[in-house]
């Protein structure tokens, strides 16, 4: 046994080197953040307490009227043990919480006075109520809280925020992974280092919310994508990469570029078979028979949720419409800026940036790695190497994705919603820097960039976070 | 070459991971270390305009919510034509909601040798648990008669959501310029102060500092192994094209 561990540690020094290096981060974060600070906080665990809280079956699910208080949603058998109706809004539970928000500041960090009473409601407090179903995330949340039985407010947000923490861990794990199927050791180490010092990843991977759990579902694709272009079992791997993406798909609508993706990869996937002669009939009918297997389950199981995913997936397609405010170039490039700006460093629901000196920094970084990445794509004589295409393939989509819906919608961008492909992401950023450097400075050129993200990092905490949330 | 064939590892650059250490303990040291300044403010501005005078029975008063731990000065920004008669009186009130507006301190300051642009600073008893508290504080010159009074330098609109300007109980569309100002206070220190309320389930700040230095050790080990390990061209060497 500890053989195999050293040998697994061994192999694998940087990542665990790493994680020691996230973990405490995720610790301070724990620590610094208060309550209720991470985006709509309040209304995600509002639903996975209320689903947690529900305790009468009723398999004979009848539909409220809309207007009624208590909304209500089918959670699937499957997933619950038992079909019964649940709610969407507990007024009870939404004065506990209000009155936990008050207590900790939750207007005040807001940039809000705090109003005299308090609101009943958390849409009176101008929050948003979980719109989706019972998904994937909630579900699991819910069965946690139950399972632990933790039932104080502030006892079932830092238990969810500590699943969080421990799913960017696992994120961590898994982007490793997949980096170094494709590129090579090297370069996975050094995007796990620059990861580990990421702290807009650290600030994601402690909120409760579904984004740290699509952030790994994202991470176990591109893993998987990595193994199925290298490794030889492409039928069993097709479907982990079907199955990772259906989670996510069912996680939150931020999953559904992953569908997009798994579509792309199993097309490329064919095809590099069929090219390189390593095509076979009966792989092709074994992954179709497994994905049209998995297609009905999931229809059956849950007819809600994927007439959800068709119907968001269709509108987008469909919809030629754009906001008027979002046609313009001066709209397009501070949704370009506000958007990468917030995958480094963007603090309280999108209110505390990084000092602006630092701002620019990584502004500037990142335009010499896109530079970079030209440059190399050059040297190439224009054929970049497969694992480029596919972690440029799977970055592009997520990023189309976001300017599908978020940009022409004129809804805000946030950084996390790149954090699904952030593996890739951050390769393709190294690549992009070291194209401008003979392959000699490499070394030293990768110690500055560490070294360069961590002072960011130290920097974002101690001049605006901790100031702003430890008075 | 396999993406898990280890390349021949190289001698510790001993140079750049003294340099990196070096790096990462100084910046530490000097971003957690060193104190900043605590304050809440409604700054001066161009649209900034002095308005009003309050003397007899005119009374202002502004609402505030501080961000700051230990506030201990309030300082405002008077302006007098002419020299004032009597003191300035000044009142603060603790109005946070969900509790009775309770007095916490009162005093009177003789302002009748205010220079121009002068701020006006009033010590008061530190306040420890001021972070995320309301304050109201009452201003009033009820021994001059007109004239003879004060004005204060304001701002107007809403610049300021988080509390607001009455004058004789009447809300007005603007803001006095004040600050409320606290000891400096590191960021470590601040830490320490949240690792020991206990709320948010982590180690205590002993635990945490020990956890700190392992963290800084694992990122120079880290970075010493990724450059030791030695880094070639290939991109996919996990592809067998």
Same mark, same amino acid.
């Given at each position: 046994?500890?053989?195999?561990?050293?040998?697994?540690?061994?192999?694998?020094?940087?990542?665990?080197?790493?994680?020691?290096?996230?973990?405490?981060?995720?610790?301070?974060?724990?620590?610094?953040?208060?309550?209720?600070?991470?985006?709509?906080?309040?209304?995600?665990?509002?639903?996975?307490?209320?689903?947690?809280?529900?305790?009468?079956?009723?398999?004979?699910?009848?539909?409220?009227?809309?207007?009624?208080?208590?909304?209500?949603?089918?959670?699937?058998?499957?997933?619950?043990?038992?079909?019964?109706?649940?709610?969407?809004?507990?007024?009870?539970?939404?004065?506990?919480?209000?009155?936990?928000?008050?207590?900790?500041?939750?207007?005040?960090?807001?940039?809000?006075?705090?109003?005299?009473?308090?609101?009943?409601?958390?849409?009176?407090?101008?929050?948003?109520?979980?719109?989706?179903?019972?998904?994937?995330?909630?579900?699991?949340?819910?069965?946690?809280?139950?399972?632990?039985?933790?039932?104080?407010?502030?006892?079932?947000?830092?238990?969810?925020?500590?699943?969080?923490?421990?799913?960017?861990?696992?994120?961590?794990?898994?982007?490793?992974?997949?980096?170094?199927?494709?590129?090579?050791?090297?370069?996975?180490?050094?995007?796990?280092?620059?990861?580990?010092?990421?702290?807009?990843?650290?600030?994601?991977?402690?909120?409760?919310?579904?984004?740290?759990?699509?952030?790994?579902?994202?991470?176990?694709?591109?893993?998987?994508?990595?193994?199925?272009?290298?490794?030889?079992?492409?039928?069993?791997?097709?479907?982990?990469?079907?199955?990772?993406?259906?989670?996510?798909?069912?996680?939150?609508?931020?999953?559904?570029?992953?569908?997009?993706?798994?579509?792309?990869?199993?097309?490329?996937?064919?095809?590099?078979?069929?090219? +390189?002669? +390593?095509?076979?009939?009966?792989?092709?009918?074994?992954?179709?028979?497994?994905?049209?297997?998995?297609?009905?389950?999931?229809?059956?199981?849950?007819?809600?949720?994927?007439?959800?995913?068709?119907?968001?997936?269709?509108?987008?397609?469909?919809?030629?419409?754009?906001?008027?405010?979002?046609?313009?170039?001066?709209?397009?490039?501070?949704?370009?800026? +506000?958007?990468?700006?917030?995958?480094?460093?963007?603090?309280?629901? %999108?209110?505390?940036?990084?000092?602006?000196?630092?701002?620019?920094?990584?502004?500037?970084?990142?335009?010499?790695?896109?530079?970079?990445?030209?440059?190399?794509?050059?040297?190439?004589?224009?054929?970049?190497?497969?694992?480029?295409?596919?972690?440029?393939?799977?970055?592009?989509?997520?990023?189309?994705?976001?300017?599908?819906?978020?940009?022409?919608?004129?809804?805000?961008?946030?950084?996390?919603?790149?954090?699904?492909?952030?593996?890739?992401?951050?390769?393709?950023?190294?690549?992009?820097?070291?194209?401008?450097?003979?392959?000699?400075?490499?070394?030293?050129?990768?110690?500055?960039?560490?070294?360069?993200?961590?002072?960011?990092?130290?920097?974002?905490?101690?001049?605006?976070?901790?100031?702003?949330?430890?008075? | 070459?396999?993406?898990? +064939?280890?390349?021949?590892?190289?001698?510790?650059?001993?140079?750049?991971?003294?340099?990196?250490?070096?790096?990462?303990?100084?910046?530490?040291?000097?971003?957690?270390?060193?104190?900043?300044?605590?304050?809440?403010?409604?700054?001066?501005?161009?649209?900034?305009?002095?308005?009003?005078?309050?003397?007899?029975?005119?009374?202002?008063?502004?609402? %505030?919510?501080?961000?700051?731990?230990?506030?201990?000065?309030?300082?405002?920004?008077?302006?007098?034509?002419?020299?004032?008669?009597?003191?300035?009186?000044?009142?603060?009130?603790?109005?946070?909601?969900?509790?009775?507006?309770?007095?916490?301190?009162?005093?009177?300051?003789?302002?009748?040798?205010?220079?121009?642009?002068?701020?006006?600073?009033?010590?008061?008893?530190?306040?420890?648990?001021?972070?995320?508290?309301?304050?109201?504080?009452?201003?009033?010159?009820?021994?001059?008669?007109?004239?003879?009074?004060?004005?204060?330098?304001?701002?107007?609109?809403?610049?300021?959501?988080?509390?607001?300007?009455?004058?004789?109980?009447?809300?007005?569309?603007?803001?006095?310029?004040?600050?409320?100002?606290?000891?400096?206070?590191?960021?470590?220190?601040?830490?320490?102060?949240?690792?020991?309320?206990?709320?948010?389930?982590?180690?205590?700040?002993?635990?945490?500092?020990?956890?700190?230095?392992?963290?800084?050790?694992?990122?120079?080990?880290?970075?010493?192994?990724?450059?030791?390990?030695?880094?070639?061209?290939?991109?996919?060497?996990?592809?067998?094209?």
């Amino acid at each position: 046994m500890l053989m195999l561990l050293r040998q697994f540690v061994e192999r694998r020094w940087v990542l665990v080197l790493a994680t020691g290096v996230l973990g405490v981060r995720l610790l301070v974060a724990l620590a610094v953040v208060p309550p209720w600070q991470q985006p709509d906080e309040p209304s995600h665990l509002l639903f996975a307490r209320i689903l947690a809280e529900q305790d009468t079956p009723d398999v004979g699910y009848v539909l409220r009227p809309a207007a009624s208080d208590a909304t209500d949603v089918l959670v699937p058998t499957f997933l619950q043990g038992a079909s019964f109706r649940t709610r969407r809004a507990d007024p009870g539970l939404e004065r506990e919480l209000l009155t936990s928000m008050a207590e900790h500041g939750w207007w005040r960090y807001y940039g809000r006075p705090q109003p005299s009473p308090l609101p009943t409601s958390l849409t009176e407090a101008g929050l948003t109520v979980v719109d989706s179903g019972p998904t994937l995330y909630y579900v699991t949340a819910a069965w946690v809280l139950r399972a632990f039985d933790v039932t104080s407010l502030l006892g079932q947000l830092y238990v969810l925020r500590w699943i969080s923490a421990l799913l960017g861990i696992a994120t961590l794990w898994c982007g490793w992974a997949g980096t170094r199927k494709l590129f090579g050791v090297q370069l996975a180490d050094l995007t796990a280092l620059l990861l580990s010092v990421l702290p807009q990843f650290a600030l994601v991977s402690t909120g409760v919310s579904p984004g740290p759990l699509i952030n790994l579902c994202g991470a176990i694709f591109w893993w998987q994508t990595a193994v199925l272009f290298t490794g030889e079992r492409s039928v069993r791997t097709v479907g982990l990469v079907w199955l990772v993406a259906l989670a996510g798909l069912l996680t939150k609508r931020a999953g559904i570029p992953l569908g997009v993706m798994a579509a792309g990869v199993t097309v490329l996937a064919f095809v590099r078979s069929w090219w +390189t002669g +390593t095509f076979k009939v009966r792989g092709l009918v074994a992954a179709s028979a497994a994905m049209l297997v998995l297609a009905v389950g999931v229809v059956v199981l849950l007819p809600g949720e994927v007439e959800r995913i068709l119907r968001t997936l269709w509108v987008t397609v469909t919809s030629r419409s754009m906001n008027p405010e979002s046609a313009s170039l001066e709209y397009f490039e501070r949704f370009t800026w +506000t958007l990468l700006d917030s995958a480094w460093f963007y603090a309280g629901w %999108m209110r505390y940036p990084a000092p602006i000196s630092w701002t620019w920094l990584v502004r500037g970084l990142m335009v010499v790695s896109l530079l970079g990445l030209g440059v190399a794509a050059w040297r190439h004589r224009m054929r970049p190497s497969l694992p480029v295409v596919i972690a440029f393939g799977l970055v592009a989509v997520q990023v189309a994705s976001i300017y599908a819906v978020h940009f022409r919608l004129h809804v805000g961008p946030q950084g996390q919603y790149l954090f699904p492909v952030l593996a890739p992401m951050l390769a393709l950023f190294w690549i992009g820097l070291r194209g401008w450097w003979p392959v000699r400075r490499w070394p030293v050129l990768a110690a500055g960039l560490i070294t360069t993200v961590i002072l960011f990092d130290l920097v974002g905490w101690s001049a605006v976070l901790i100031p702003l949330y430890v008075g | 070459m396999s993406a898990d +064939t280890w390349t021949v590892r190289r001698a510790p650059d001993w140079r750049l991971l003294t340099g990196l250490a070096a790096v990462l303990v100084g910046a530490e040291v000097y971003l957690l270390g060193a104190g900043r300044v605590q304050q809440d403010a409604v700054a001066r501005r161009p649209g900034s305009f002095v308005v009003g005078e309050v003397s007899g029975d005119i009374a202002i008063s502004q609402t %505030m919510t501080a961000s700051i731990v230990g506030l201990d000065r309030v300082t405002l920004w008077p302006v007098a034509e002419t020299a004032s008669e009597g003191p300035l009186v000044f009142r603060l009130y603790d109005v946070t909601p969900l509790g009775p507006p309770e007095f916490v301190f009162g005093t009177n300051v003789s302002v009748d040798h205010l220079a121009e642009d002068q701020p006006l600073v009033i010590g008061v008893p530190r306040l420890a648990r001021s972070a995320g508290r309301r304050y109201r504080i009452d201003l009033s010159v009820p021994d001059a008669s007109p004239g003879r009074g004060l004005s204060f330098w304001m701002h107007e609109g809403d610049g300021y959501p988080l509390g607001e300007l009455a004058v004789n109980g009447r809300t007005q569309p603007a803001d006095l310029l004040f600050t409320l100002r606290a000891e400096d206070l590191s960021a470590w220190a601040r830490m320490v102060r949240r690792l020991n309320d206990g709320a948010s389930l982590v180690p205590g700040p002993l635990a945490m500092l020990v956890l700190l230095m392992l963290a800084n050790v694992c990122v120079v080990a880290g970075v010493e192994r990724m450059v030791a390990g030695g880094f070639d061209a290939g991109e996919g060497t996990g592809l067998s094209e």
